[in-house]
């Protein structure tokens, strides 16, 4: 069954908090397409994610807020399906 946004926003907040980390909503008033969220995680690790269901593509000003954030050196994630969010902690936690 295919997940909604929402769905996988709440498995990873439930993943992050039990690993002892912080998953808040971010919003920017004013700065349209900003990531949906920032996962920070023991060790100082930051990241700001961007959410799709299965088969999501993020929107053009989502896309240039993203790029913008990796050239100023941050970590940014686009997690597209709740597999994707499952990788992405394999990854990033181990």
């Given at each position: 069954m295919e997940k909604r946004e929402?769905?996988?926003?709440?498995?990873?907040?439930?993943?992050?908090?039990?690993?002892?980390?912080k998953f808040v909503k971010f919003t920017s008033p004013g700065n349209a397409g900003v990531p949906d969220r920032i996962a920070?995680?023991?060790g100082?690790?930051?990241?700001?994610?961007?959410l799709k269901k299965d088969g999501g593509e993020?929107?053009?000003?989502?896309?240039?807020?993203?790029?913008?954030l990796r050239?100023?050196?941050?970590?940014?994630?686009?997690?597209?399906?709740?597999?994707e969010a499952r990788a992405w902690i394999w990854e990033v936690i181990g």
């Open positions: 929402r769905d996988i926003e709440s498995w990873l907040l439930k993943k992050i908090k039990k690993l002892g980390g920070i995680l023991p100082g690790q930051v990241w700001f994610i961007e993020p929107s053009e000003i989502q896309k240039w807020q993203m790029q913008q050239k100023l050196g941050c970590n940014v994630a686009l997690i597209t399906g709740l597999d």
